[in-house]
């Protein structure tokens, strides 16, 4: 029986790009003042990213809810 609220993870797409940038921003902004200094993965080009490496997104519908970035190296 469904919640109504059903998740999907999946790989992240092109269209996925802004939500990934806002959700790293959102997960990272608060270091800055901590370290002193901007967090890498707030520096990364996220639709690059995307197109180069492994992302994945926790969507619900069609909206990105979660991000999980693989290897940036």
């Known amino acids: 029986m469904g919640t109504g609220a059903e998740f999907e993870l999946r790989r992240a797409v092109a269209a996925d790009a ?28 996220q639709a690059q990213a995307i197109r180069e490496h492994e992302v994945w997104v926790l969507a619900r519908a069609a909206d990105a809810n979660g991000a999980l970035p693989g290897s940036l190296a």
């Open 18 to 45: 802004g939500a990934v940038e806002r959700l790293v921003a959102d997960a990272y902004r608060a270091y800055v003042p901590r370290i002193g200094r901007t967090p890498l993965p707030l520096l990364t080009n």
